[in-house]
């Protein structure tokens, strides 16, 4: 497995399935998700907790862990929803579940303001909103 990354999946999974926690299967399950529905997941092991999936057409999700862990696991992620035209969207939110929510839909053609709408009781801090000019 590259170290630097990315990583894409489906890759072997390092971790064994008796010491594979909640947040182990929330993780694969976002990626096996985006497989199936045909976007290219990656996770890079080097930083550790950043995972992308992204699109042919251009556009590409990105989760980050961020800052504060409890009992091993980080309770803040950093979402990234970006097009062929740069950062459309960023926010942090306190759980991964809810930062995968907004990336799937995001590449499958969603709007960022609803995505956010639909994050909005899980969002820690002020979105970064970089929509562009019709």
């Known amino acids: 497995?590259?170290?630097?990354?990315?990583?894409?999946?489906?890759f072997p999974v390092l971790v064994s399935p008796d010491k594979m926690t909640e947040q182990h299967r929330k993780?694969?399950?976002f990626l096996e998700t985006a497989y199936q529905a045909g976007f290219r997941p990656c996770m890079y092991l080097k930083g550790g907790g950043?995972?992308?999936?992204?699109?042919e057409q251009g556009r590409d999700g990105w989760i980050i862990s961020r800052g504060r862990y409890r009992n091993g696991v980080p309770t803040r992620w950093e979402v990234w929803l970006n097009d062929p035209s740069g950062r459309i969207?960023?926010?942090?939110?306190?759980?991964?579940?809810?930062?995968?929510?907004g990336v799937l839909p995001w590449l499958e053609g969603g709007d960022a303001l609803d995505i956010l709408?639909?994050?909005?009781?899980r969002i820690l801090r002020v979105p970064l909103i970089n929509l562009p000019v019709p």
Do not use: L
Not at 1 to 10: A, E, I, K, S, V
Not at 117 to 121: D, G, I, L, N, V
């Open 27 to 29: 993780e694969i399950r």
């Open 50 to 55: 950043e995972y992308q999936a992204r699109i």
């Open 1 to 10: 497995m590259n170290m630097d990354g990315p990583n894409y999946w489906p």
């Open 89 to 101: 969207a960023a926010y942090w939110v306190d759980d991964f579940d809810t930062a995968a929510a």
């Open 117 to 121: 709408e639909s994050a909005k009781p």
